[in-house]
Nanobody
Framework: QVQLVESGGGLVQAGGSLRISCAASGRAYSTYAMGWFRQAPGKEREFVAAINWSGRSTQYVDSVKGRFTISRDNAKNTVYLQMNSLKPEDTAVYRC??????????????????????WGQGTQVTVSS
């Protein structure tokens, strides 16, 4: 069992930066692939970024490439999403997710919600124009 708790959300002006975190409890965190998803009001859940268990492989949705960076610290059981050059359209509830990853150090990150077993409650990110 893995429990995920997000933090670091808030209100930021367009062009600003924010770093959100997801702390995991439970055993063998370092064997889990992690992902960030977001959902804005009236819209479907959207994949944002993912990282494999080793941290050597990452993937992003096109709309955040070059602006967002996902990283992990396995010693702290935490995954981060650094968000720069934020836009109003980035406003959403951001949720992290975890899934067992038995691949090699370059295993592909998981991008589909159905691939993830554990989910956090989410943190609100609001970008004002």
């Amino acid at each position: 069992q893995v429990q995920l708790v997000e933090s670091g959300g808030g209100l930021v002006q367009a062009g600003g930066s924010l770093r959100i975190s997801c702390a995991a409890s439970g055993r063998a965190y370092s064997t889990y692939a992690m992902g960030w998803f977001r959902q804005a009001p009236g819209k479907e859940r959207e994949f944002v970024a993912a990282i494999n268990w080793s941290g050597r492989s990452t993937q992003y949705v096109d709309s955040v490439k070059g602006r967002f960076t996902i990283s992990r610290d396995n010693a702290k059981n935490t995954v981060y999403l650094q968000m720069n050059s934020l836009k109003p359209e980035d406003t959403a509830v951001y949720r992290c997710a975890a899934a067992q990853d038995w691949g090699n150090v370059f295993s592909l990150p998981k991008v589909l919600p159905a691939e993830y077993r554990y989910w956090g409650q989410g943190t609100q990110v609001t970008v004002s124009s």
